[in-house]
T-cell receptor, first 116, second 115 residues
């Protein structure tokens, strides 16, 4: 089965600074989908950004961007101009289009603290 | 509503009692997932429903856990003879398939506390 690893249990960033959260995964597939989700204290998981593996261009969504390194099986999330509202748990997720079709695999999460 | 709805938001019950957790997915979403999230932990996959196919129950931790999805819409997760280690937040998500690029949409979860 695919595994997703987030090696940073907790990180801190100063407001307005940039922070990068790491995510690596293990797969033998060539085509797949990657996602970053945010979970604030309110508990609801919110999609932050997503990436298709066959696209070489890194996805961006406003202050959020990814560094997708397919060969290294790495999918890091960069948050620019960090805001207090960015404080949350962040989860990386992998989705296979073939193996266990539509099953999502989540990492253990990174807790992001934003300091004013 | 427009999002995934879960009820109750919070549930406190005594050890040994049965509990039922409800999930109402987004209309038109054929895939439905249940996850368990213990305090400060990641998401633990429990069960997955896709249309009329047999559910993927590979994540259910014991035979005390069961789930059903009636009419391809609302799902109920049942925990029988609850134990203290069942205390967690139970999250439900739905997804529009078969496009694998579609993300999961999550509910607010049910916080289950076993006394």
């Amino acid at each position: 089965a695919q595994t997703v690893t987030q090696s940073q249990p907790e990180m801190s960033v100063q407001e307005a600074e940039t922070v990068t959260l790491s995510c690596t995964y293990d797969t033998s597939e060539s085509d797949y989908y990657l996602f970053w989700y945010k979970q604030p204290p309110s508990r609801q998981m919110i999609l932050v950004i997503r990436q298709e593996a066959y696209k070489q261009q890194n996805a961006t969504e406003n202050r959020f961007s990814v560094n997708f390194q397919k060969a290294a099986k790495s999918f890091s999330l960069k948050i620019s101009d960090s805001q207090l509202g960015d404080a949350a748990m962040y989860f990386c997720a992998y989705r296979s289009p073939t193996y266990n079709f539509n099953k999502f695999y989540f990492g253990s999460g990174t807790k992001l603290n934003v300091k004013p | 509503g427009a999002g995934v709805s879960q009820s109750p938001s919070n549930k406190v019950t005594e050890k040994g009692k049965d509990v039922e957790l409800r999930c109402d997915p987004i209309s038109g979403h054929t895939a439905l997932y249940w996850y368990r999230q213990s305090l400060g932990q990641g998401l633990e996959f429990l069960i997955y429903f896709q249309g009329n196919s047999a559910p993927d129950k590979s994540g259910l931790p014991s035979d005390r856990f069961s789930a059903e999805r009636t009419g391809g819409s609302v799902s109920t997760l049942t925990i029988q003879r609850t134990q203290q280690e069942d205390s967690a937040v139970y999250l439900c998500a739905s997804s529009l398939v078969p496009d694998s690029y579609q993300p999961q949409h999550f509910g607010d979860g049910t916080r289950l506390s076993i006394l």
